[in-house]
């Protein structure tokens, strides 16, 4: 028989999941479209500037295109930044309740911060093999990847502002 407080903590848990995991795509998705926005931006300005005769609208164009890029850039860094720190929040809550002392289900955002943050094994007697090691990735995502939101803009910037 399930107590009311360990009902709350399981449909408190399924939203927040829910948002979570909702939040991490949304992430994805969002970094995947800028992505291909600023690499149309790119390739246009690189394909009138290799115009034999650059008149003064080109010129002009290609300065709207870049400033208008680099905004993109700038609106890039801050709604990814908005998102990551929405899903850290989430995340946040929900290791919350799988600390909980009322909580009986698994501990899977909890065993996911194990894995990712402190690169420890996930232990789990029914599943064979019973220990989920990190992998190579997991062992380099802080020491590389995890400074990419500050300074990913900057990169998409560079060839703007060589272009």
Not at 56 to 78: E, K, N, P, R
Not at 138 to 158: C, K, T, Y
Request: aromatic letters at 10%; charged letters at 15%; one cysteine or more.
């Amino acid at each position: 028989m399930t107590t009311q407080r360990e009902s709350g903590l399981t449909m408190d848990y399924d939203h927040l999941i829910t948002l979570w995991t909702s939040g991490v795509r949304d992430y994805h998705s969002m970094l995947s479209d800028y992505l291909t926005a600023n690499s149309i931006f790119v390739a246009v300005i690189g394909l009138i500037v290799s115009r034999e005769s650059a008149t003064m609208s080109l010129t002009v164009l290609i300065l709207l295109l870049c400033i208008f890029g680099i905004l993109l850039c700038l609106q890039m860094a801050i709604v990814l930044g908005r998102l990551s720190g929405q899903n850290g929040l989430w995340e946040w809550q929900l290791r919350g309740i799988e600390l909980a002392q009322e909580w009986q289900g698994q501990k899977l955002v909890t065993g996911l911060y194990r894995l990712h943050e402190t690169r420890q094994p996930v232990e789990d007697l029914r599943n064979e093999p019973p220990v989920f090691k990190p992998n190579w990735a997991f062992r380099q995502h802080r020491q590389w990847w995890a400074i990419a939101p500050s300074v990913f803009p900057g990169f998409l910037v560079a060839p703007m502002a060589c272009s």
